[in-house]
Protein backbone atom coordinates (compact mmCIF):
# COMPACT_ATOMS: atom_id res chain seq x y z
CA UNK A 1 0.00 0.00 0.00
CA UNK A 2 1.42 3.73 -0.51
CA UNK A 3 2.44 5.67 2.05
CA UNK A 4 2.68 8.75 2.53
CA UNK A 5 4.11 9.71 6.41
CA UNK A 6 4.17 13.61 7.58
CA UNK A 7 5.78 14.72 11.28
CA UNK A 8 5.79 16.11 13.64
CA UNK A 9 1.88 15.71 13.15
CA UNK A 10 1.75 19.53 15.31
CA UNK A 11 3.73 21.96 15.70
CA UNK A 12 3.59 25.22 17.84
CA UNK A 13 6.24 28.08 17.79
CA UNK A 14 6.58 31.93 18.28
CA UNK A 15 6.73 34.32 15.46
CA UNK A 16 10.36 34.36 13.65
CA UNK A 17 11.14 30.75 14.42
CA UNK A 18 12.63 28.71 11.55
CA UNK A 19 10.36 25.20 10.96
CA UNK A 20 11.38 22.44 9.46
CA UNK A 21 8.24 19.90 8.21
CA UNK A 22 9.25 16.28 7.18
CA UNK A 23 7.33 13.69 4.65
CA UNK A 24 8.28 10.57 3.94
CA UNK A 25 6.87 8.28 1.66
CA UNK A 26 6.58 4.22 0.38
CA UNK A 27 4.96 4.33 -2.81
CA UNK A 28 5.62 2.15 -5.85
CA UNK A 29 6.11 4.41 -9.29
CA UNK A 30 7.12 8.05 -7.81
CA UNK A 31 6.37 10.67 -10.52
CA UNK A 32 6.53 13.76 -7.94
CA UNK A 33 6.23 15.00 -4.71
CA UNK A 34 3.40 18.48 -3.96
CA UNK A 35 3.21 20.74 -0.89
CA UNK A 36 0.07 22.46 -0.75
CA UNK A 37 -1.01 24.98 2.44
CA UNK A 38 -3.97 24.49 3.56
CA UNK A 39 -6.11 27.38 5.59
CA UNK A 40 -9.34 27.38 5.99
CA UNK A 41 -10.39 25.34 2.90
CA UNK A 42 -8.42 24.68 -0.57
CA UNK A 43 -5.28 23.53 -0.25
CA UNK A 44 -3.07 26.17 -2.36
CA UNK A 45 -0.04 24.55 -3.96
CA UNK A 46 3.50 25.68 -2.57
CA UNK A 47 5.78 23.55 -4.37
CA UNK A 48 6.61 20.25 -7.10
CA UNK A 49 9.50 18.38 -6.69
CA UNK A 50 10.73 16.04 -9.10
CA UNK A 51 14.51 15.78 -9.03
CA UNK A 52 16.67 14.68 -5.58
CA UNK A 53 19.05 17.66 -4.90
CA UNK A 54 17.38 20.69 -6.07
CA UNK A 55 16.11 23.03 -3.92
CA UNK A 56 12.91 25.24 -4.67
CA UNK A 57 12.40 28.49 -2.71
CA UNK A 58 9.36 30.75 -2.78
CA UNK A 59 10.51 33.65 -0.35
CA UNK A 60 10.59 32.51 2.70
CA UNK A 61 9.62 29.01 2.34
CA UNK A 62 11.95 26.22 0.58
CA UNK A 63 11.36 22.80 -0.11
CA UNK A 64 14.35 19.41 -1.20
CA UNK A 65 13.59 15.95 -2.38
CA UNK A 66 15.73 12.95 -1.63
CA UNK A 67 14.76 9.94 -3.94
CA UNK A 68 17.15 7.79 -2.25
CA UNK A 69 15.99 8.47 1.56
CA UNK A 70 12.17 8.66 0.04
CA UNK A 71 11.90 11.65 2.11
CA UNK A 72 11.14 15.71 1.41
CA UNK A 73 11.32 18.69 3.84
CA UNK A 74 9.77 22.35 3.82
CA UNK A 75 11.46 24.89 5.67
CA UNK A 76 9.89 27.78 6.76
CA UNK A 77 12.25 30.40 8.06
CA UNK A 78 11.42 34.24 10.02
CA UNK A 79 7.63 32.87 10.34
CA UNK A 80 5.03 34.65 10.51
CA UNK A 81 1.12 34.61 12.11
CA UNK A 82 0.52 33.75 8.30
CA UNK A 83 2.50 31.02 8.31
CA UNK A 84 -0.16 28.95 10.97
CA UNK A 85 -1.74 26.51 8.58
CA UNK A 86 -2.03 22.67 7.73
CA UNK A 87 0.83 22.10 5.82
CA UNK A 88 0.38 18.98 3.37
CA UNK A 89 2.63 16.32 1.20
CA UNK A 90 1.17 14.84 -1.85
CA UNK A 91 2.63 11.88 -3.75
CA UNK A 92 1.89 11.84 -7.40
CA UNK A 93 2.54 8.15 -8.92
CA UNK A 94 2.49 6.76 -12.41
CA UNK A 95 -0.82 5.15 -13.32
CA UNK A 96 -0.08 4.79 -16.93
CA UNK A 97 -3.56 6.95 -16.98
CA UNK A 98 -2.23 10.03 -17.55
CA UNK A 99 -4.01 12.22 -15.13
CA UNK A 100 -2.31 10.58 -11.50
CA UNK A 101 -4.19 11.37 -8.75
CA UNK A 102 -2.69 12.74 -5.61
CA UNK A 103 -1.80 10.17 -2.29
CA UNK A 104 -1.89 12.40 0.45
CA UNK A 105 -0.24 12.89 4.47
CA UNK A 106 -2.27 13.91 7.24
CA UNK A 107 -0.54 17.04 7.05
CA UNK A 108 1.34 18.92 9.72
CA UNK A 109 -0.51 21.42 12.19
CA UNK A 110 1.47 24.36 12.29
CA UNK A 111 0.63 27.42 14.97
CA UNK A 112 2.82 30.28 14.67
CA UNK A 113 2.35 32.27 18.05
CA UNK A 114 3.14 36.09 18.05
CA UNK B 1 -5.31 35.23 -10.77
CA UNK B 2 -7.06 32.39 -12.11
CA UNK B 3 -8.53 29.87 -10.18
CA UNK B 4 -11.42 26.72 -9.59
CA UNK B 5 -14.57 27.46 -8.80
CA UNK B 6 -16.71 25.24 -7.08
CA UNK B 7 -20.65 25.65 -6.09
CA UNK B 8 -22.60 25.01 -3.75
CA UNK B 9 -20.68 25.75 -0.93
CA UNK B 10 -22.55 23.99 1.27
CA UNK B 11 -25.12 21.26 0.35
CA UNK B 12 -27.13 19.51 2.48
CA UNK B 13 -29.24 16.57 2.05
CA UNK B 14 -31.20 13.54 3.58
CA UNK B 15 -29.98 10.26 3.19
CA UNK B 16 -30.64 8.14 -0.23
CA UNK B 17 -30.94 11.77 -2.40
CA UNK B 18 -29.16 11.99 -5.37
CA UNK B 19 -26.37 15.62 -5.30
CA UNK B 20 -24.76 17.23 -7.95
CA UNK B 21 -21.96 19.24 -7.18
CA UNK B 22 -20.57 21.43 -9.56
CA UNK B 23 -17.05 22.56 -10.40
CA UNK B 24 -15.42 25.13 -13.19
CA UNK B 25 -11.61 24.54 -13.84
CA UNK B 26 -9.15 26.88 -15.04
CA UNK B 27 -10.41 27.63 -18.49
CA UNK B 28 -7.08 26.06 -20.26
CA UNK B 29 -7.05 22.92 -17.89
CA UNK B 30 -7.19 19.87 -19.57
CA UNK B 31 -7.37 17.53 -16.45
CA UNK B 32 -9.64 17.60 -14.07
CA UNK B 33 -10.12 15.65 -10.68
CA UNK B 34 -12.29 15.42 -7.54
CA UNK B 35 -11.03 14.09 -3.86
CA UNK B 36 -12.59 14.35 -0.67
CA UNK B 37 -11.77 15.20 3.06
CA UNK B 38 -13.71 13.64 5.58
CA UNK B 39 -13.47 16.15 9.02
CA UNK B 40 -9.73 15.32 10.29
CA UNK B 41 -8.91 12.70 7.75
CA UNK B 42 -6.58 13.31 4.93
CA UNK B 43 -7.78 14.29 1.70
CA UNK B 44 -8.45 11.07 -0.79
CA UNK B 45 -8.26 11.15 -4.57
CA UNK B 46 -11.33 10.13 -6.57
CA UNK B 47 -11.45 10.54 -9.50
CA UNK B 48 -9.22 12.05 -12.48
CA UNK B 49 -10.71 12.96 -15.94
CA UNK B 50 -9.23 13.91 -19.69
CA UNK B 51 -10.35 13.84 -22.93
CA UNK B 52 -14.03 13.43 -21.74
CA UNK B 53 -13.61 9.79 -20.39
CA UNK B 54 -12.42 8.70 -16.69
CA UNK B 55 -8.83 8.15 -16.50
CA UNK B 56 -7.90 6.89 -13.03
CA UNK B 57 -10.47 6.21 -10.28
CA UNK B 58 -9.92 5.07 -6.59
CA UNK B 59 -11.42 2.01 -4.54
CA UNK B 60 -13.99 5.30 -3.24
CA UNK B 61 -15.40 5.94 -6.48
CA UNK B 62 -18.11 3.08 -6.89
CA UNK B 63 -20.85 2.69 -9.02
CA UNK B 64 -22.69 5.54 -6.99
CA UNK B 65 -20.51 8.12 -8.19
CA UNK B 66 -20.21 9.53 -11.71
CA UNK B 67 -18.25 12.56 -13.15
CA UNK B 68 -19.23 14.57 -16.22
CA UNK B 69 -18.29 17.74 -18.17
CA UNK B 70 -21.94 18.17 -19.65
CA UNK B 71 -20.19 21.02 -21.50
CA UNK B 72 -17.06 23.30 -22.12
CA UNK B 73 -16.38 24.67 -18.61
CA UNK B 74 -18.53 22.80 -16.06
CA UNK B 75 -17.16 19.16 -14.63
CA UNK B 76 -19.87 17.41 -11.80
CA UNK B 77 -19.66 14.69 -9.64
CA UNK B 78 -22.84 12.80 -9.12
CA UNK B 79 -23.76 10.66 -5.81
CA UNK B 80 -26.92 8.90 -6.73
CA UNK B 81 -27.71 7.42 -3.44
CA UNK B 82 -25.67 9.58 -0.59
CA UNK B 83 -25.53 7.73 2.79
CA UNK B 84 -24.39 9.28 5.84
CA UNK B 85 -20.44 8.74 5.53
CA UNK B 86 -20.38 10.57 2.28
CA UNK B 87 -20.47 13.29 4.26
CA UNK B 88 -17.34 15.32 3.34
CA UNK B 89 -15.79 18.55 2.05
CA UNK B 90 -15.48 17.54 -1.98
CA UNK B 91 -12.84 19.48 -3.44
CA UNK B 92 -12.14 19.75 -7.39
CA UNK B 93 -8.83 20.44 -8.92
CA UNK B 94 -7.58 21.07 -12.47
CA UNK B 95 -3.88 20.68 -14.32
CA UNK B 96 -2.77 21.67 -17.24
CA UNK B 97 -0.84 18.54 -17.94
CA UNK B 98 -1.21 15.00 -16.71
CA UNK B 99 1.94 14.65 -15.32
CA UNK B 100 4.07 16.13 -13.01
CA UNK B 101 2.02 19.24 -13.32
CA UNK B 102 0.87 20.99 -10.77
CA UNK B 103 -2.95 20.36 -9.11
CA UNK B 104 -5.26 23.73 -8.56
CA UNK B 105 -7.64 23.35 -6.05
CA UNK B 106 -11.07 24.99 -5.37
CA UNK B 107 -12.37 26.11 -2.37
CA UNK B 108 -14.37 22.91 -1.81
CA UNK B 109 -18.28 21.88 -1.59
CA UNK B 110 -19.24 20.79 1.95
CA UNK B 111 -21.76 17.79 1.85
CA UNK B 112 -23.48 17.00 5.02
CA UNK B 113 -25.71 14.11 4.82
CA UNK B 114 -28.78 13.60 7.33
Known amino acids: EDKVVQSPLSLVVHEGDTVTLNCSYE??????LLWYKQEKKAPTFLFML????IEKKSGRLSSILDKKELFSILNITATQTGDSAIYLC??????????????FGKGTHLIIQP | EPEVTQTPSHQVTQMGQEVILRCVPISNHLYFYWYRQILGQKVEFLVS????????KSEIFDDQFSVERPDGSNFTLKIRSTKLEDSAMYFC????????????FGPGTRLTVT
Open chain 1, 90 to 103: AVELYSGGGADGLT
Open chain 1, 50 to 53: TSSG
Open chain 1, 27 to 32: VTNFRS
Open chain 2, 49 to 56: FYNNEISE
Open chain 2, 93 to 104: ASSEGGGSYEQY
